[in-house]
């Protein structure tokens, strides 16, 4: 009687859990479609700006020669009437002869202008006005066009302004898109008040989005700038939920921050250079929601993230998914468990019914229940450990049952897991687990895989030895080690081995990882991020800083299982896996930290900066190849990236066997930048004595 008690509780429960995961994941999939819809509405409105540009940026490709003010006050004229949502559609005209070392854009001094179409506020049926802004005579001259509503392109009178006024080729929605970093992409803004409306008072100025893109004329020459901004007005309609919906909906960036408004008195702000709606009002469940981490974790190859949370005693669900062609904003959504529907009604009927099967059970097995309570408890923790055993949970608890038996093998599982614990110190855990899905046992074998491999290693690591107690430099190390880690882990790499204080680590091995290039790159910058702030952290103490350098190389190698058939050792074996230790000790003779091949650098030079270092023919082999520093992500900045081209530049002389050339760029920065210095010392030795006539530039490493 207790077993079928039992049975009759766990089927019951069970079909309980299941019907009410049935109508979670029905609503599941209904607020993904609401989702779907309402991003497709933001991005069919903000993409209007797109379109406008694109219209214009054709029609200006017509135009025999260069477009002057009439002609592109024409264009733009004409798109602002198809659409009533743009606040201001402009086009900056400008010739280009080159770009600087920034990569920003140099300019012509002649032929300067800008045209700005744009609507006189944000209510329907406003004038739509023209300001154009010219560089004549050597100063700037500004003019309006002023039309009434509903006039024509011609209709209105010029007035020149006498106020005075920047030139527009120097302002970031020129400068950005005409830089070497966009060419032939567009780029979009984030919420901004409209330039044209800094006259006006604050409460007055309309808040647009700026979609902004360089042109080009028929034969590719760069004509000029082409911008569009979109009222934001529409943006608190178009992310709400339909009427009736139990939904909130909101949009919001990255950081947690609102786009939209919930209330008529919330107002935008400035937060930190970003307009952001300031609410007192803001529900309690979304400020939850804004808060979680999930929402600064969307990455671009996955758009959206999900998942529970309680506020106030109340379960709610909530989903964020990303707008692709926003800075960073997300589409956010909560609804409270209670509200879905249908859900409030199947908890009331399962009350009922367990009502009435307690009572039923009650009368059939009223001296069983006790028992069957302790057997039920003692079978589900045999069963939870059992689960999490399977799915690699090896974390300890305490062996408590009512049975002796039942205790007797929760003891037999717990030591079970002691053992695991202890293996996954010294295997892969991933590869344990490929071997325990595949239900075999490893056999010594490999196969040929393209993988990518880093050496890590700490210079003159031998005196931090001798400065530290054993046990201090055991502690120390161990810290060290486990920031590398955790850092190659973040990446989907794998630690294949501790040698003494290097690391060697992989990716795509066991598991398959797509981008494992870029990947291995951003393990690099993580590891000395992540030995910096272990540095500086208060575990650290006065000890002495280690240095670390890493040698990184994409290559088809060995990969599997080697050893003896009772002793083996999942790792890589090759040509490959020897040029990135080789790279990795090539960092010492440059005074660099990060040391690349080329085959690792063209699959991420699109991700990371990068510095070309030099070719060299690394001790053991005789054929150079191209090594790269990783200086750091894109956008990065200051004095490091100067002394990287100018090195480049210099490099290039030095190939030629321009040395004097060579030297006179080196001589500005070798005091501050290593390389530099290294590269001018063999550029004075050639000087002095030249290299024979078929030297080919490439520097041949005599050390290790």
């Avoid at 209007?48 to 006050?73: H, I, K, M, N, Y």
């Avoid at 882990?489 to 690391?503: F, L, N």
Wanted: glycine residues 8%.
């Amino acid at each position: 009687m207790a077993g079928v008690t039992a049975l009759l509780a766990i089927l019951f429960v069970s079909l309980a859990r299941v019907s009410e995961r049935g109508l979670i994941r029905s609503s599941e999939e209904r607020r993904h479609t609401l989702s779907a819809r309402i991003v497709s509405r933001v991005d069919t409105y903000l993409s209007q700006a797109e379109q406008a540009v694109s219209r214009v940026e054709s029609r200006l490709r017509l135009v025999a020669s260069t477009p002057d003010p009439p002609t592109a006050e024409g264009f733009l004229f004409a798109e602002m009437l198809d659409r009533g949502d743009l606040a201001e559609l402009a086009f900056t005209r400008a010739h280009r002869s080159g770009f600087d070392a920034d990569g920003m854009s140099e300019l012509l001094p002649a032929d300067r202008f800008q045209v700005s179409v744009y609507r006189d506020s944000a209510e329907e049926g406003s004038a739509i006005l023209t300001r154009e802004t010219a560089l004549r005579g050597g100063r700037i001259v500004v003019r309006s066009r002023l039309r009434g509503a509903g006039g024509g392109l011609r209709d209105g009178a010029w007035v020149t302004l006498l106020e005075a006024s920047a030139d527009p080729t120097t302002h970031g929605t020129f400068r950005t898109p005409a830089s070497k970093a966009f060419v032939g992409q567009t780029v979009w803004s984030d919420l901004s008040q409209s330039e044209l409306d800094s006259a006006k008072p604050e409460n007055q100025r309309r808040v647009v989005v700026t979609v902004m893109r360089a042109v080009e004329d028929r034969s590719g020459a760069f004509i000029g700038v082409l911008r569009a901004a979109i009222l934001d007005r529409a943006l608190d309609t178009l992310a709400a939920p339909e009427p009736g919906a139990p939904e909130r909906t909101f949009l919001c960036d990255e950081q947690g921050r609102l786009l939209t408004r919930f209330s008529k008195e919330d107002v935008l702000k400035d937060e930190d250079g970003d307009l952001r709606v300031s609410s007192k009002k803001t529900p309690p469940e979304v400020v939850a929601a804004l808060a979680r981490p999930e929402l600064a974790q969307i990455r671009p190859e996955q758009l959206t993230s999900a998942g529970r949370f309680e506020v106030g005693g109340r379960a709610f669900l909530f989903g964020f998914e990303g707008l692709e062609a926003t800075q960073g904003w997300r589409l956010g959504m909560v609804v409270a468990e209670d509200d879905l529907p249908g859900l409030s009604d199947l908890r009331t009927e399962q009350r009922g019914m367990l009502g009435w099967a307690l009572v039923l059970m009650a009368v059939i097995v009223a001296g069983g229940v006790m028992a069957a309570r302790f057997v039920g408890r003692d079978l589900g923790q045999v069963l939870v450990q059992s689960r999490r055993m399977s799915e690699f949970d090896f974390a300890p608890t305490e062996p408590v049952a009512a049975f002796r038996e039942v205790e007797t093998m929760l003891i037999s599982v717990e030591q079970a897991k002691t053992s695991l614990r202890a293996l996954g110190k010294y295997v892969p855990v991933d590869l344990v687990r490929q071997l325990f899905k595949a239900n075999r046992e490893p056999v010594l074998g490999g196969e040929l895989r393209a993988l990518s491999v880093m050496f890590t290693d700490i210079a003159g690591f031998t005196q931090y030895a001798e400065l530290l107690s054993a046990n201090a430099l055991a502690d120390a190390l161990g810290r060290y080690l486990e920031a590398m880690t955790t850092a190659v882990h973040s990446t989907g790499g794998m630690i294949d081995k501790y040698i003494g204080d290097a690391v060697m680590a992989l990716w795509n091995a066991p598991l398959a990882c797509e981008g494992h290039e870029r990947r291995a790159c951003r393990a690099a910058l993580d590891c000395i991020a992540a030995a910096e702030a272990l540095y500086a952290s208060p575990s650290w103490g006065d000890r002495p800083r280690f240095l670390t350098r890493v040698g990184i190389h994409t290559a088809e190698v060995m990969v599997g299982h080697f050893g003896a058939p009772n002793r083996m050792s999942y790792t890589a074996l090759g040509d490959g896996v020897n040029l990135a230790a080789r790279l990795e000790s090539l960092n010492k003779q440059y005074g660099t930290s990060i040391l690349l091949s080329e085959a690792s650098w063209s699959a991420a030079k699109d991700m990371f900066v990068f510095r070309r270092l030099d070719r060299v023919a690394v001790k053991g082999k005789s054929q150079g190849t191209a090594v790269f520093e990783l200086l750091g992500d894109t956008g990065l900045a200051g004095p490091r990236i100067v002394w990287a081209r100018g090195y480049e530049r210099a490099l290039d002389h030095y190939t030629a066997g321009e040395f004097s050339l060579g030297i006179a760029i080196l001589e500005t920065q070798a005091a501050t930048d290593p390389p530099s210095a290294v590269l001018l010392a063999r550029c004075r030795a050639y000087l002095a004595s030249p290299p024979p006539e078929d030297w080919d530039g490439v520097y041949v490493a005599r050390s290790k």
